[in-house]
Structure formats: C-alpha cells, structure tokens
C-alpha cells in the first residue's frame, strides 16, 4: 500500500484550542488507513499549557508539529469584528513552513468528514491558491474565494515574495472586520483555482443567511456540482465549515452541532463539559441584550427581521 503523506497547517492562539482539537479529531477519525497527516499548528504565542494539550493529539499517523510564531508585526491592526489578528499569520505559513512545495490551510472551525489527499492531490498549475468561491460572489467572475480551507502553492508563493505583498495590502486596508479573506481575493484572485463546496462547505449560510437567496439550480452551475437540494449538499461535504455565527460550541441548534458534538466527546476535551445555549435560551438571551441596547424599538426591529429571513427562507430547496 502506498503511503501518503499530506502536511496540513492549523493557526490557533489560547482562545482557539478546543475548537482546534475537535477539528483535529474529526480529521485523524475519518482518514484512509494509509494517509499520514503532518498537522502544523502555528502557535499565535500561546501557552505552555496549549501546546502540551496538542502534543497528546499525536500519533503514528497523525504528527503533530508546533510553530511558534509572534502577532508582533500585526498588532497595529485593529479587531473589528470576532476575528483574532491571529488569523492574519495565514500570510506567513508558507514562509514558516518551507519544506513543502504544497500546504492545505485549515481553519479550526471545522469537522472533517473523509480523507483529504484527493483535495491535496489537486492541479494547480501557475496558481497561488485553491479555493472554494463564496456564495456571496455568485454573480462575480473571479477574486471572492472563502479562505477558511485554502491549498497552497507553497513553492510559487515562496519564490514571488507574496508574503510581504500579503501584509503590506492588508496593512493599506487599515482597520475592519475582514482580516486576511478580503486581502487574498484583492491579491491572488486571477490566480485561484476554484474548487468545489463539498471542500469548504458551511451550512449555515446554505440554510440560514438572510441575505442570501437563490436556487439549486445557481449553486449547481456555481460549484458544478448536481444535488437535488441543500440537505444533499451538506450530507455529501467533505469539510463542514461553522463560520457564521451559530457556532456549535455556543449553541445546540446550529446547523450540524450535533455532529460538532460528537467530536468534541471524542477530543482531549470530551470530560469537560460547557454550557451550550438551545434555540429558546439563545432567543431570551439575544432578546435582552437587543432590549438592553435599543430598547423596545430595537426589539421591533429584531422581530420584522425575523419575519423577512422566514420568508427568504422558504425559497430554499431543503428537502
């Protein structure tokens, strides 16, 4: 039996540690017997305690590599939005890790549901990347990708110094909720190679995103794919992607939380247990906090939305 070996790089600083494992744990799970992971975890000055809780993850066929690497030069940049600056070493993985000509990124955010050398093993001839587009640039040619899950063309990266053009475009953009996804689709985004949703697919804008509405037959023909309707989509994924805000370790409710959970058991954290909100307790919760902030015109408001989200999404084909 042939052997692959496929090195994967995770980011995570001590505020992202668990949800790093589970997604660790989920993909050593569902891996063919005959792949070997390299995961490097570029550690964005965490603790020793941090590191020690990645160390107990490794395994024969499993080889757990940590990085340190320091947020200094980005630290001027301002967090607009729930996104740690942490992300932003994303710029330099392959730079730090240069001893592979290709690297698959992965968020820690995610579940892995099967083996990833068919998605390692994909062309990418003179592109920097490969990626899957975003649902919010459906009607855009090139340049919107989701950089959550990216393969990297490390070697072409390296020798065009992309790193340095990475962060000095970053760096020009100033401050705002977007930390490093904007900046990739503004620098590499005429050399992406697209790939389909079943690599990167997030159920929560398929089945929840208010501003989105479209068909089944738009997605097919985005992601070339041919499912019948979402619920298909998202039982055939590869890579579960939780980034929206219903993240499954804050709510019970969210789009595949369950399956999240089931990891998560099975993870260095699996005998410590955490308070999840359902879909009631989250609601009495966002309600006093809408109340709190806006008062009873913000609670208005908040309801006439959820009315129009309703409506948008019966045009969704679920079942």
């Given at each position: 039996m042939e052997v692959k070996r496929i090195p994967i790089v995770m980011i995570s600083d001590d505020n992202f540690v668990m949800q790093t494992c589970?997604?660790?744990t989920s993909l050593c799970k569902n891996k063919k017997s005959t792949t070997i992971y390299e995961v490097f975890i570029v550690m964005a000055e965490c603790s020793d305690e941090s590191a020690n809780t990645f160390k107990q993850m490794e395994r024969e066929d499993c080889?757990?590599?940590?990085?340190?690497?320091?947020?200094?030069?980005?630290?001027?940049?301002?967090?607009?939005?729930?996104?740690?600056?942490?992300?932003?070493?994303k710029f330099d993985i392959c730079e730090l890790i240069s001893q592979?000509?290709?690297?698959?990124?992965?968020d820690g955010d995610i579940i892995v549901r099967g083996d990833l050398?068919?998605?390692?093993?994909?062309?990418?001839?003179?592109?920097y990347a490969a990626a899957v587009k975003e649902l919010y640039?459906?009607?855009?040619?090139?340049?919107?990708?989701?950089?959550?899950?990216?393969?990297?063309?490390a070697k072409k990266m390296r020798v065009d110094g992309m790193r340095d053009i990475l962060v000095t475009t970053r760096k020009?953009?100033?401050?705002?909720?977007?930390?490093?996804?904007?900046?990739?689709?503004?620098?590499?985004?005429?050399?992406?190679q697209y790939i389909s949703i079943e690599n990167n697919c997030i159920p929560g804008r398929l089945v929840?995103?208010?501003?989105?509405?479209?068909?089944?037959e738009q997605l097919n023909s985005l992601y070339g794919t041919h499912y019948k309707n979402v619920k298909q989509l998202i039982q055939n994924a590869v890579i579960i992607h939780f980034a929206t805000g219903n993240k499954p370790w804050k709510y019970t409710f969210a789009p595949c939380a369950k399956e999240w959970y089931e990891y998560y058991l099975l993870s260095?954290?699996?005998?410590?247990?955490f308070k999840r909100y359902g879909r009631w307790g989250y609601r009495l919760h966002n309600m006093k906090e809408i109340f709190e902030k806006n008062g009873i015109d913000g609670i208005i408001k908040h309801i006439l939305k959820r009315i129009k989200r309703k409506k948008r999404k019966e045009n969704v084909d679920w079942d």
């Open positions: 589970v997604a660790i080889i757990i590599t940590l990085v340190q690497a320091s947020l200094e030069k980005y630290r001027d940049i301002k967090q607009l939005a729930h996104i740690s600056i942490a992300c932003l070493l592979y000509d290709k690297l698959l990124y992965l050398t068919e998605l390692y093993n994909t062309e990418l001839g003179d592109n640039c459906m009607e855009e040619d090139d340049g919107c990708i989701n950089a959550g899950i990216m393969l990297f063309n020009s953009l100033g401050d705002r909720g977007s930390m490093d996804q904007q900046t990739y689709n503004m620098v590499i985004k005429n050399k992406i929840g995103d208010v501003k989105l509405s479209y068909t089944m260095p954290y699996g005998n410590k247990p």
